[in-house]
Nanobody, 117 residues
Framework: QVQLVESGGGLVQPGGSLRLSCAAS????????MSWYRQAPGKQRELVAA???????DYADSVKGRFTISRDNAKNTVYLQMNSLKPEDTAVYYC???????????WGQGTQVTVSS
């Protein structure tokens, strides 16, 4: 059974930091690109950061220089280190696993991040 379980969300003040984790099971983690998406109320889900199976990374312009995505294939876990958080970072953050051939896409249940004073 495939599972992606996010953790680490919560309430943080502007300028603070959080580290999200996504623990994967039920599939060959190392073969998948992993991503973090977020969805704020009334907005579409958007890509925040991605890391390929080979370790290449990409970020949304809005988080470049503040967020860092990483993966630990030995632990089947992907992380999102979020620094200098802003109120506009408030959203539900989702973990995503993606493989092109054969096509497989998996989603976690999401974790709430709220940035507020």
């Amino acid at each position: 059974q495939v599972q992606l379980v996010e953790s680490g969300g919560g309430l943080v003040q502007p300028g603070g930091s959080l580290r999200l984790s996504c623990a994967a099971s039920g599939f060959t983690f190392s073969s998948y690109a992993m991503s973090w998406y977020r969805q704020a109320p009334g907005k579409q889900r958007e890509l925040v950061a991605a890391i390929t199976s080979g370790g290449s990374t990409d970020y949304a312009d809005s988080v470049k220089g503040r967020f860092t995505i990483s993966r630990d294939n030995a632990k089947n876990t992907v992380y999102l280190q979020m620094n200098s958080l802003k109120p506009e970072d408030t959203a539900v953050y989702y973990c995503n696993a993606d493989r092109r051939i054969p096509r497989r896409v998996y989603w976690g249940q999401g974790t709430q991040v709220t940035v507020s004073s």
